[in-house]
């Protein structure tokens, strides 16, 4: 089974999530739920998944004005996992940096 957690997510908003026991995670685009939960598992062992949420964060239009015109392209597409944890268990990104 290939690994389909690509990297915590770190941001203001997703933080706040973590007094609730929920983190999230950059998965892979074709993980289910059932892999993302044996993956977090598996990385973090001493913790129990209770739900995954995942959502697919759609593309979006990007530009720039260079020398040579006008560059349009596009983000790329990318799914996010939200991973709630049983009560009184906790995951420390900050110990791997």
Not at 16 to 41: G, M, S, Y
């Amino acid at each position: 089974m290939k690994h389909s957690i690509v990297q915590p997510l770190i941001t203001e908003k997703l933080t706040a999530l973590q007094a609730r026991n929920k983190f999230a995670f950059e998965v892979d685009v074709t993980a289910t739920k059932l892999q993302i939960k044996k993956a977090v598992e598996a990385l973090y062992p001493d913790v129990k998944v209770k739900a995954v949420n995942t959502m697919i964060v759609p593309t979006k239009p990007k530009g720039r004005f260079t020398k040579g015109g006008y560059v349009s392209g596009r983000s790329r597409k990318w799914k996010k996992a939200i991973v709630t944890l049983h009560e009184g268990q906790s995951i420390d990104f900050y110990s791997e940096v």
